[in-house]
């Protein structure tokens, strides 16, 4: 599951067979199967698949996110940076939440101290974490906002968070994140309630200080379009379980699964004009009573008998890997094991 790039920057974060189960009265939601994400150092990587996917719960486990006694992982191991998340007490997991990575969600009204003036919030947050005086950390925070095309961040720094537009709030936190110079930053569909055109702007305002200060980041999406422009390299999730992955442009060119193949085609900017835009049709399956074998199975039109039986494991080359029976190498050989 490794790329050449991953190993030779090392890595920012490795999950590795990670399954995760939710206990409930009705039995064990299975929200994660086997997953398995690298990220680089520096490098940017997306995760995307529709609504329920798992593709938060992922990132959430690997950083002590979800609620604590909530939740079990059956199997798998994650290393942040080095270092084993899954075996660390809440103050270690919240000094490693405010040093090594940083989290950006969607709603930036509940990270913001709706009191506490924005300029205040920022020089608190660059204080705690290196040694400097208040004018220099002030100074920190105006170039922070600069490099988030905020127009004159002096006067923004004397704002509360509820004068802000949404997009300038969410500005704001991502400013936030970079402030504590994490060496990853997870984006977990930040944008999704802005306009297309702002979330546009602010992805590549992430991707840019990203790129600029070494920062390795995790896009979170249930649409394609809108880390492919970003990413090196992208996991497709579905129900769970990683169903594709590879470099960006492999995955967006040829891609092999048959959920990436429909996620692509439900693009409006892939579908030529007149012609019609198709949704994959079905839902994405209950996790409490997943269905046997592949998990795409109900809403395939490739499905065959054994797809109905067996589960296919991640398999391929390097540069792009899927779990397909009805694809190349029958899937038999690594990584993923999948539930049958
Ligand atoms: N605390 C929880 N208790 C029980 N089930 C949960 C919990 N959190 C998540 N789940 C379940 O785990 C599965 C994966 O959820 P997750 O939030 O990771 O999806 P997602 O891919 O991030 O979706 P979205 O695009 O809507 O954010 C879902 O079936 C969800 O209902
Ligand atoms: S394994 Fe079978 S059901 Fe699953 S995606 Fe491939 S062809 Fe479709
Ligand atoms: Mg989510």
Redo the contacts with the bound molecule.
């Keep these: 599951m490794m790329t050449g790039l991953s190993l030779e920057r090392g890595h920012a974060l490795a999950i590795h067979n990670l399954s995760l189960e939710?206990p409930?009265f009705s039995g064990a939601?299975k929200?994660l199967d086997n997953v398995s994400i690298d990220v680089g150092k520096a490098e940017i990587v997306g995760i995307v698949?529709?609504?329920?996917?798992?593709?938060?719960?992922?990132t959430m486990a690997a950083t002590g996110l979800?609620?604590k006694g909530?939740?079990d992982i059956t199997s798998g191991s994650v290393s942040l940076f080095g270092r084993n998340t899954l075996a660390m007490d809440d103050g270690e997991l919240q000094d490693v939440r405010g040093k090594v990575v940083s989290t950006i969600f969607q709603e930036p009204m509940n990270a913001l101290n709706p009191t506490i003036r924005i300029g205040k919030q920022l020089t608190d947050v660059i204080m705690r974490h290196e040694e400097t005086s208040l004018p220099d950390a002030r100074r920190i925070a105006r170039d922070i906002l600069a490099d988030m095309l905020i127009g004159e961040p002096e006067r923004v720094m004397n704002l509360y968070p509820f004068e802000l537009s949404g997009g300038m709030r969410q500005r704001v936190l991502i400013a936030m994140a970079f402030s504590c110079k994490p060496g990853l930053i997870i984006a977990d569909?930040p944008t999704t309630a802005l306009d297309v055109t702002v979330q546009a702007v602010i992805l590549r305002l992430i991707q840019n200080r990203a790129r600029r200060t070494g920062t390795s980041v995790v896009f979170?999406s249930?649409n394609v379009a809108v880390v492919s422009q970003l990413c090196d390299r992208l996991y497709v999730?579905y129900a769970?379980r990683i169903v594709e992955h590879g470099a960006t442009r492999t995955v967006l060119e040829a891609p092999q699964h048959p959920y990436t193949q429909a996620l692509l085609r439900c693009l409006p900017e892939r579908v030529a004009p007149k012609q019609e835009l198709e949704a994959i049709p079905g839902a994405v399956p209950s996790?409490l009573h997943p269905p046997a074998g592949c998990y795409f199975q109900p809403r395939c039109k490739e499905a065959v008998d054994l797809c109905r039986s067996r589960s296919p494991r991640l398999a391929g080359a390097e540069g792009q890997q899927v779990a397909c029976w009805r694809r190349g190498v029958a899937s038999e050989t690594s990584g993923q094991e999948g539930r049958q």
């Design positions: 939710f409930t939601i929200a698949g529709e609504s329920g996917c798992g593709k938060s719960v992922t979800l609620p909530r939740y569909e979170i249930h999730m769970g996790l």
